[in-house]
C-alpha cells in the first residue's frame, strides 16, 4: 500500500521529484569531486615543495676538538648528493660526511658525538652518537665556506645526513622549492634571476604565517611550563612556610 502511495505521489508531481533527484545528483557529484580533486592538489604541491629537517649543533669525536655540524636528513627528494666514498648508512647510528671542504679532521671510520650546548640533543634526535661510513658531495654545499649556523651564532664547520627516523621533533627547519619551467632557463643569468624574483613574493605569503605558528606555539610552550613550575614553587613555599612556622 505504501509503495502505491509513494508511486502515485511521484507520478503526481513529477517535475518536482525530478528537480530534486538531479539537485541530490549533482551534489554528490560535486563532493566526490572535491575529495578526489584535494588528493590531487596535495600531490602537486609535494611535487613543488618538500620540507626537511636539519639541525645544527656541536659535535666532536675521540681525541679532536669541538666542531659546529649540520645534520640532516639522508632521504630527500630535493638537493640529492653523490656517495664519494665508503657506503651509505645502514644503521640509525650510522652517517655520511659532506667532503670537498677544508674541514679534514673527520675521516670514514671516526665517530661523532652530538651535543646541543645547555639543552639535551635528545628532545632533537634519537642518537647521540654516529660512525661516519661514507662521504658525499652536495649541490647544496658548493662553496668551501660553509656559512653561518643556528647554534651560537658559530660559523658551520662541517656537515653530515643521518636516517631520517633520528629526527623526533614534529616540524620543519628547511623548505626546498623547484619551480616549473626553471630549468628551461640557465642557473645564475639575468633573465633566471628575474624569473626567481618573479615568484618569491607567493612563496612569502606562505613562508611567513608558518613561521608566525612556529614562534606562537614556542612561546605557548613555554608560558604553560612557566606556570607550571610557578605553581610548583608556591606549593613548596607555602609547604616550607608550614614547616618552618
Do not use: W
Not at 632557463?185 to 624569473?195: E, G, N
Request: hydrophobic share 35%.
Amino acid at each position: 500500500m505504501f509503495d502505491l502511495e509513494t508511486l502515485r505521489l511521484i507520478k503526481k508531481t513529477f517535475r518536482r521529484f525530478l528537480a530534486l533527484t538531479l539537485i541530490v545528483l549533482i551534489g554528490s557529484g560535486f563532493m566526490m569531486g572535491l575529495s578526489s580533486s584535494s588528493d590531487v592538489l596535495r600531490k602537486s604541491v609535494d611535487d613543488y615543495y618538500v620540507a626537511s629537517k636539519t639541525i645544527d649543533c656541536n659535535g666532536s669525536s675521540e681525541g679532536g676538538e669541538d666542531t659546529v655540524f649540520r645534520v640532516g636528513e639522508l632521504i630527500r627528494k630535493v638537493n640529492n648528493y653523490e656517495l664519494l666514498s665508503g657506503r651509505m648508512p645502514v644503521k640509525n647510528d650510522e652517517c655520511i660526511l659532506l667532503a670537498d671542504n677544508d674541514f679534514k679532521y673527520y675521516e670514514v671510520g671516526q665517530k661523532i658525538k652530538l651535543d646541543y650546548g645547555e639543552n639535551d640533543i635528545h628532545d632533537y634526535l634519537k642518537n647521540d652518537e654516529f660512525t661516519i661510513v661514507g662521504t658525499f658531495k652536495s649541490p647544496e654545499y658548493m662553496a668551501k665556506i660553509l656559512g653561518p649556523s643556528n647554534f651560537n651564532n658559530k660559523d658551520l664547520q662541517a656537515v653530515i645526513f643521518i636516517p631520517n627516523a633520528n629526527f623526533i621533533f614534529d616540524y620543519y627547519t628547511t623548505m626546498y622549492v623547484t619551480l616549473e619551467d626553471a630549468g628551461k632557463l640557465v642557473s645564475y643569468t639575468d633573465k633566471y634571476d628575474r624569473f626567481i624574483e618573479t615568484q618569491k613574493a607567493s612563496f612569502e605569503n606562505e613562508i611567513y604565517p608558518q613561521q608566525a605558528y612556529l614562534r606562537d606555539r614556542l612561546v605557548e610552550e613555554a608560558k604553560e611550563e612557566l606556570a607550571e613550575k610557578e605553581e610548583l614553587f608556591n606549593k613548596l613555599k607555602t609547604d616550607g612556610q608550614k614547616e618552618l612556622d
